[in-house]
């Protein structure tokens, strides 16, 4: 249960507030609140539920490994929950499967390493760095007219603020990009690597209607050593893992000091993971 933080997705569930009380039969309890984007899980009974769910042990297990669906749980009544709304949005707020991945390789092992990066508000600050850089430009190119702008005038129609809203939006995703690498938190244990990874969900069509700015969540990517392809070691504030599918900027470890780099190099040679050119 501690590993769901790994599969949570705040905007499926987007201003749901609950906490919910889960009964084990034959195992443990827990609570889970959720407040907005942000979530606490912890053992026993804690606070006023919103919602009470009771299930068997066995059922439970299948619902943390991803095998059994919530929803079904609830329909074939191997779940009772007090206040099914809550329930159904339980199982919408979370990818069990890769909670289960995650809890897989963490379980019955301490973490080898854990690097921590810079966080959210390092982030933050570059977007809002791309964004204004973009929507200086744009701004500072209207009086003279450009191909977006053709030429100023007093009144601005309702297409024009939104196509430079998610041009601004661009920036501050290009700027969230080059970031990224140094961000977060990477932890390895003997069975594989968890990334965690702040990063923005970017829904340009609803930018372009509302303006509103995307906002960050934490994701979670695990792999075991035996997908390691090889690492990338070419600049000198994080190391990049390379899978033998591919890249991704996600799958960065951040090396911001000199003691952290050697331990992740160390670890990746003892490990026999190769650099890759």
Known sequence: MLALSRGYHPEAVEGWKAVLHVVV????????????????????????????????????????????????ALEESKVVATNPKDATKLGLAFDMKKVARVASIVAASRALLVVEGVGAREIERARNIGCFFVIAVLVGTYFSGTYLFPSFAARSSFFEWRIAIVLGMCGAYVAERFVRPRAGRVEFYDRGIVFVKQRSRVSFLRVFLTGSEPKLIEDAI?????????????????????????????????????????????????????RVE
């Open 25 to 72: 039969t034959g195992g443990e309890d827990w609570t889970v609140k959720l407040w907005d984007s942000e979530l606490a899980v912890s053992k026993g009974k804690v606070g006023t539920p919103t919602c009470v769910v009771t299930t068997d042990l066995d059922t439970f297990a299948g619902i943390c490994s991803g095998e059994l669906p919530l929803g079904r």
């Open 222 to 274: 695990s792999l075991e050593w035996s997908e390691l392809q090889g690492f990338r070691d070419d600049s000198s504030e994080h190391v990049a893992l390379v899978k033998k599918d591919g890249e991704s900027s996600l799958l960065t470890v951040p090396t911001l000091n000199e003691k952290d780099r050697v331990a992740v190099l160390k670890l990746l040679d003892e490990r026999g993971v190769p």
